[in-house]
C-alpha cells in the first residue's frame, strides 16, 4: 500500500517544477563558488600560499555561508511545493474519501521531502569533487567534503518534518515560507539561544565543519539526534494533520 501511495505522489508532482530543486540549489552554490574564485584567482592564491592552505579552503569558506541560507530555502520550497499540489487543486476530500490512510499520505509526503533534499546533497558532493579537481586539488579530504555537502542535508531531516507540517496544515503558502525564511535568522543564532541547538533549524548547522579546523571529522551522533527530533516532530504533525477538517 505504501509503495503504491509513494508512486501515485510522483504522478501528482510531474506537473510541478519539483523535479528541478535537487538540481537548482547544488547549481547555485558550485556556480557561486566557483565565481567566487575565479573572480579573484590571483588574490586568493596569493592567500592559500600565504596562509599555507589548499585550493579546498576556499571552496569551505565561502560554502560554509551559502549553506546557511541553501538547506532551509531548499525544504521550504520542497514541502510547500508538495503541499499545494493538494492545497491549489483542492483535493484533500477526494483523497481522504479514497481507502488510503491519513497515515500512509502523511508519510508518502514526508518520504517525498526528504529524498530529494537528500538527493540534492548528493549531487553537491559531485559537483564540490569536480570543482576541486578543476582548481588543480590532487587529493580529497573527504571527511570535509561530505560534511559540506551530504551531511547537512541529512540533518535537515527536523526541518523537513517541521515544514511539511506547516505547508500541509496551513493553505496559504506565504505563512509556512516566511516562517522557513525566518528559520535561517534562527539556524544563525542558534547556537547562542538557550537550548538553541535542539532547535529544528539548527542541526544542519551543527553538522558542518569548521572551515578554520586543520582536520574535520563526522559528527554521525547529532545526525542521530537529528533523525529522533525529526520523527517525533512528524508524529506530532501526524496527529495534527489526522485530526484537522480540509475543506
Known amino acids: 500500500m505504501m509503495s503504491k501511495v509513494i508512486a501515485s505522489e510522483m504522478v501528482k508532482y510531474k506537473r510541478t517544477w519539483l523535479w528541478l ?32 592552505m589548499t585550493m579546498w579552503d576556499p571552496i569551505w569558506i565561502f560554502s560554509f555561508f551559502l549553506m546557511l541560507l541553501a538547506i532551509p530555502l531548499e525544504v521550504t520550497l520542497i514541502t510547500s ?9 483542492n483535493s484533500w476530500k477526494s483523497i481522504f474519501s479514497m481507502p488510503v490512510s491519513r497515515f500512509h499520505i502523511y508519510v508518502s509526503k514526508f518520504a517525498w521531502s526528504t529524498v530529494l533534499t537528500i538527493i540534492s546533497g548528493l549531487i553537491l558532493t559531485v559537483g564540490i569533487v569536480c570543482l576541486g ?8 579530504p573527504w ?20 515544514q511539511l507540517w506547516l505547508a500541509l496544515i496551513f493553505q496559504n503558502q506565504a ?26 533549524w539548527s542541526f544542519y548547522v551543527q553538522v558542518l565543519p569548521s572551515p578554520n579546523q586543520k582536520t574535520a571529522s563526522l559528527p554521525w551522533d547529532i545526525v542521530g539526534n537529528s533523525f529522533i527530533i525529526g520523527i517525533l516532530i512528524l508524529l506530532v504533525g501526524f496527529i495534527h494533520f489526522r485530526k484537522k477538517e480540509f475543506a
Open 133 to 140: 579537481m578543476l582548481l588543480g586539488n590532487e587529493s580529497f
Open 21 to 52: 530543486l535537487p538540481l537548482i540549489i547544488p547549481f547555485i552554490i558550485i556556480i557561486a563558488n566557483a565565481l567566487n574564485i575565479f573572480l579573484r584567482y590571483d588574490t586568493i592564491v596569493q592567500q592559500v600560499e600565504q596562509d599555507s
Open 143 to 162: 571527511m570535509y567534503i561530505i560534511g559540506f555537502s551530504l551531511l547537512p542535508f541529512l540533518a535537515a531531516v527536523p526541518l523537513i518534518a517541521l
Open 81 to 89: 511545493i508538495i503541499a499545494n499540489v493538494e492545497h491549489q487543486g
Open 175 to 200: 505563512i509556512p515560507i516566511t516562517i522557513g525564511s525566518l528559520g535561517i535568522l534562527l539556524a544563525i543564532l542558534g547556537g547562542q539561544l538557550p537550548l538553541g541547538r535542539w532547535l529544528p
